[in-house]
């Protein structure tokens, strides 16, 4: 198993025009720098281009751009600091102690910002290991400045890319054949509908299993409604004929068929949405006549006497109620999937309070400053580490000795299996690369040109290969290190032994301090889940209670339980990202848990819009109906994290929410805006609790059969 991890070849990690681009960024400024005779400064520039590569990526222009421009400023930041302090001890100890606090804590904003914050450090560490004068260090460090802004340039200027094109297509055939079938009579004979589209979406987005971005949730979670919703096409499919069979001239019998027509009409919307990447503002309309239709089937049927008729008209309102919650969150998450709809969800978020964005980088730190949390644990090993390091290096002044807690930066991550299988690979590497890159120098001429030449094959490399494993990248790393290097008149000789003695000692105590304060993950995953849903629900009481009370003078508590339930998600985003990286976990278990965690997603979402709208709509008594629905709120999340723990939970025993959701959505003036947020973020949350109910009891059933 552990062998199988060392050498996984992770293809869905290449990227080559990524590469491409990175690497010309990197070759630029040094070809410049042999040109005007300055080849150092060249490499000044070359090495704040390579650091600000590592936020590079394919997600839309805006996003990747801002994070590129503030990991330009922080590794210029780093330059500075590092060169200033470089000859003071103590401030330079110190410096880099809070540094690695603060990237270990990054970790918990997602990979981007743990990236920004480990390559931030090392740039720290590198330059403090070599003091300037002020004059130099503050050119320096603009220097880099510009080759952070120049990689920028180039990531936003080259090579536009259509990110997640396959997932939309993919889905697009999904709805498209899901619209279809809710038109076609149901034959007996037959598959259930869209079978084999289902199954080339499931392929299709088998790749986002261990990604966390916002959009990749986003998708996974369509695909999720998506089966839900063909699940339910199914159900209404065999009603109708039933109901056909029983009376053919009842009136509910048309209802139904119309309101089929209309539900493949929505469906048809939200596939055209995904392809064309414009909002179905149309949708809405559809659904609202989606919503006349189940109201008039209830007022048709009402009425009749206990017969089989009467049975089966119930389970139909029962399934267009379901579809008609299901339709809603496609199309809100097909909207939010649109350029258009990203944008508009970004700048929503910006107009929250800091406290209720759900990925606001100052609360997701807030909320994990405290030992229970896995991202301060990681934190606290981190800058331990790096302390000690950091000291050792100053303490004893062997060559080169920068590199013992530069590798610690490396390979120290929060979790115990990648934190060995990297520390090995390291080591290796380091060595492997040290030697290949002496052997070029040794038996290639020693030309400008054939030295530009490698560094940019080493870097091409580094960004296209390296990704996917982690051995080939501490190869290529080690290799250009020695490279650039040589430009600034430091013989690979110098560097060889030096290098590898010191990278040797650096993982071994990363291993060593890891293997006595180990966070071990395995069977913790239920658990965590579990605590997420208590948190979750302790939070839900918290601002429901505030609303009926319509109290405003709980706001400690209620931040208490919202930073609670911050830090439960997460420590089980971490959770999960940690259970991926340990060897033999099956895909469909990673798969399972994304779905569930995207599902998640949704409902706190629409927990935190209250809590946000609440603030800015006017102050109404709270109806009747919303107590009895939030009590069954609580009870489906108390009975959700139960199941999880090993209690034995019957389906009988969930509440019925979307029942409840009727009730509270025909009581009040409708006209009023806090009613208005109710109705809307608390359809989104049965939604979101029903799907997580299929999701938990499966993952349940699967881990009994085990």
Request: net charge positive.
């Amino acid at each position: 198993m552990f062998w199988r991890l060392l050498t996984r070849f992770d293809s869905s990690k290449l990227s080559p025009n990524l590469a491409l681009r990175n690497s010309v960024g990197v070759l630029l400024p040094l070809a410049a720098g042999f040109a005007l005779n300055m080849p150092r400064g060249g490499v000044v520039v070359a090495s704040g281009a390579l650091n600000v590569a590592y936020s590079d990526g394919s997600d839309p222009y805006a996003q990747r751009a801002k994070r590129m421009l503030s990991s330009s400023v922080l590794c210029a930041l780093a330059v500075l600091l590092g060169a200033l302090y470089g000859n003071h001890n103590a401030a330079a100890v110190i410096i880099a102690t809070l540094w690695a606090l603060a990237a270990g804590m990054f970790v918990a904003a997602g990979a981007a910002a743990a990236d920004v914050g480990a390559i931030s450090l090392v740039t720290l560490l590198i330059y403090a290991a070599q003091p300037l004068t002020t004059h130099q260090a503050f050119i320096s460090s603009a220097l880099a400045l510009g080759g952070g802004l120049l990689q920028t340039a180039l990531s936003i200027a080259l090579w536009p890319v259509q990110r997640y094109e396959p997932e939309r297509r993919a889905l697009y055939n999904f709805f498209l054949e899901l619209a279809r079938a809710a038109e076609r009579p149901l034959s007996a004979t037959s598959a259930p509908p869209a079978t084999i589209h289902s199954t080339q979406a499931q392929e299709a987005l088998s790749g986002l299993d261990r990604e966390t971005s916002i959009e990749a949730v986003r998708y996974r979670a369509l695909l999720s409604q998506a089966e839900r919703i063909r699940l339910s096409l199914l159900m209404l499919s065999r009603l109708h004929l039933r109901m056909q069979r029983e009376s053919l001239m009842h009136s509910g019998v048309q209802i139904l068929g119309d309101y089929l027509k209309k539900a493949a009409q929505a469906l048809q919307a939200i596939g055209d949405s995904l392809i064309s990447g414009i909002p179905a503002e149309g949708c809405k309309e559809i659904l609202a006549a989606c919503e006349t239709l189940t109201l008039h089937l209830r007022q048709e049927t009402d009425g009749l006497p206990l017969s089989f008729l009467a049975a089966v008209a119930k389970d139909a309102r029962f399934q267009m109620d379901a579809l008609n919650g299901q339709l809603r969150a496609a199309l809100d998450l097909a909207a939010n999937a649109t350029p258009a709809g990203q944008a508009a969800f970004v700048k929503r978020q910006a107009q929250q309070p800091w406290s209720v964005r759900f990925g606001g980088l100052m609360a997701t730190l807030r909320a994990n400053l405290n030992l229970q949390s896995s991202v301060f644990r990681h934190a606290i090993r981190l800058a331990a580490l790096v302390a000690l390091g950091n000291s050792l290096e100053r303490g004893f002044y062997w060559r080169r000795s920068y590199w013992l807690p530069m590798t610690i930066v490396l390979v120290l991550k929060p979790e115990f299996t990648t934190t060995f299988s990297r520390g090995l690979l390291r080591i290796g590497g380091t060595i492997a690369g040290l030697f290949l890159a002496t052997a070029l120098f040794r038996f290639l001429p020693d030309t400008v040109m054939l030295q530009l030449v490698l560094i940019f094959v080493f870097t091409l490399l580094l960004r296209w290969v390296g990704p996917a494993n982690y051995g080939i990248f501490a190869v290529a790393i080690s290799a250009l290190v020695v490279l650039l290097l040589a430009i600034t008149g430091v013989s690979p000789k110098e560097v060889i032994w030096a290098r590898g003695i010191n990278t040797a000692a650096g993982g071994a105590l990363t291993l060593f301090a890891y293997w006595i304060w180990p966070t071990w993950e395995r069977t913790q995953v239920s658990e965590r889940i579990a605590k997420m849903l208590d948190a979750y629900r302790e939070y839900f009481h918290s601002l429901a209670e505030s609303y009926v009370r319509n109290e405003t003078n709980g706001a400690r508590e209620l931040d208490r339980a919202r930073l609670g339930a911050r830090m439960a998600r997460t420590n089980l985003e971490a959770s999960i990202d940690r259970l991926g990286a340990e060897p033999g976990t099956p895909a469909a278990q990673m798969n399972q848990l994304n779905v569930l965690l995207a599902s998640s997603h949704r409902f706190v979402h629409a927990v935190m819009a209250l809590d946000a709208g609440w603030l800015h709509t006017a102050a109404v008594p709270a109806r009747t109906a919303f107590r009895p629905f939030a009590g069954d709120v609580e009870k489906t999340l108390e009975l959700l994290a139960a199941a999880l723990r090993g209690t034995r939970v019957q389906l009988k025993e969930f509440p019925d929410l979307r029942e409840d959701h009727h009730v509270l959505v025909q009581s009040g003036d409708q006209k009023i805006e806090r009613y208005v947020l109710v109705n809307v973020e608390a359809d989104r949350i049965v939604n979101s609790l029903n799907t997580l109910r299929e999701q938990v009891m499966e993952r349940v059933r699967t881990k009994n059969a085990a």
